[in-house]
């Protein structure tokens, strides 16, 4: 049983649902976004994402665009946003949560796979999110991530095929990322309707927990997918508020981020 399936098994023992949130990694730098992560851990995390800065975003909006940008200014290496992964492992607050990475393959093809598996489960990631690499293409990369105990986290969209959505599922492990929206990451006024209805296929075809991200920001629509997820994940909204760090310093950055972070997590396990 791999780290990401226990925590699914024991938060179901529990009655509870996996709050998820995201971080870019060195955002706006790496003792801001580990200060960032404790924040969130202590507000209700369960698991961590942990996005890898990329020039050119797959299905980011502006503001996860704009946290890259301001990660990259630091001119950032593989081997440090690894190393910065493996200190959250040593931290006391943050040692015990799971963290998986986002990131585009083409970061993952120019390590070499196999290296970059090995290196991201030696610093402690349970598992990767890859958005831009196709079902038809994972088989390898699921053997390695299955190989060194960690999981392939692979996407559903609105406008998936359903009989392509059935070879994600059966490719996938850890979770289903289920994508909420058609279009980029952000915060939406109100979610699709259809997505229950979705929400509730998937539920028919895959005994992977479900965790609904892109444009989750509020409370409110936090509750309405509550009877109908396994998790739900969070980043915009989050990353909005840690970009006042550089405007009201990290006090109160930090505090509004984990205001917001607690009342979603409330949401969602009241």
């Not at 200060?35 to 996005?51: C, H, M, T, Y």
Request: glycine share 8%.
């Amino acid at each position: 049983m791999t780290t990401l399936s226990r925590l699914f098994d024991n938060l179901r023992k529990d009655g509870r649902k996996a709050f998820i949130p995201f971080m870019t990694a060195g955002d706006p730098d790496t003792l801001t976004t580990s200060a960032a992560i404790e924040r969130l851990v202590k507000a209700g995390a369960s698991l961590v994402e942990i996005g890898f800065p990329y020039s050119d975003p797959i299905a980011d909006g502006p503001v996860i665009q704009a946290s890259y940008t301001r990660a990259l200014a630091n001119k950032p290496t593989m081997d440090s946003l690894l190393h910065f992964c493996s200190t959250l492992g040593t931290n006391p607050v943050t040692t015990s949560t799971p963290r998986v990475g986002m990131l585009s393959y083409s970061l993952i093809h120019r390590r070499e796979p196999a290296r970059f598996v090995a290196d991201s489960a030696a610093a402690g990631l349970s598992g990767l999110i890859v958005p831009d690499l196709p079902v038809e293409e994972a088989a390898n990369l699921k053997t390695l991530c299955s190989a060194s105990g960690m999981d392939l986290i692979l996407l559903v969209t609105p406008t998936t095929p359903r009989e392509r959505a059935i070879r994600i599922l059966e490719a996938g492990s850890g979770f289903v990322y289920c994508v909420s929206i058609a279009g980029i990451t952000g915060e939406r006024s109100e979610l699709p309707p259809q997505l229950i209805d979705q929400l509730g296929w998937l539920r028919k075809h895959t005994p992977l927990p479900l965790c609904v991200g892109f444009g989750v920001s509020r409370p409110d629509q936090v509750t309405m997918l509550r009877p109908h997820v396994d998790g739900i994940i969070v980043g915009s909204a989050l990353v909005r508020k840690l970009e006042r760090v550089s405007i009201d310093g990290p006090g109160p950055g930090l505090n509004a981020l984990e205001g917001l972070a607690q009342s979603l997590a409330s949401a969602l396990n009241p």
